[in-house]
């Protein structure tokens, strides 16, 4: 059974940081692409970063070039990403995704704010 699991979320002030992990298990990450969406009240689902097979492409939203890392170890079978100088339109619940077959983890809230 495919499952995903995000952790790493919460609270965090404007220009703190975050850092989230999916931990994949049911299946092994190295044959997949991976990434992170999020999607806030009201809106849809946004990527957010994308990583290839092996880690050598990566993919980032605009909203996050520059501040956010997506990271992945396939011995762990965990994607990683690093969030930083973290902004209020940041706030959402981030999502892992593992793009053959479309599965989707459970999502994790991450809320910006002072």
């Known amino acids: 059974q495919v499952q995903l699991v995000e952790s790493g979320g919460g609270l965090v002030q404007p220009g703190g940081s975050l850092r989230l992990s999916c931990v994949a298990s049911g299946f092994t990450i190295h044959m997949h692409h991976m990434g992170w969406y999020r999607q806030s009240p009201g809106k849809e689902r946004e990527l957010v970063a994308d990583?290839?097979?092996?880690?050598?492409?990566?993919n980032y939203g605009d909203s996050v070039k520059g501040r956010f890392t997506i990271s992945r170890d396939n011995s762990k079978n965990t994607v990683w990403l690093q969030m930083n100088s973290l902004e209020p339109e940041d706030t959402a619940k981030y999502y892992c995704h593992r793009r053959g077959g479309d599965y989707w983890g459970q999502g994790i809230q991450v809320t910006v704010s002072s």
């Open positions: 990583i290839s097979r092996n880690g050598g492409i990566t």
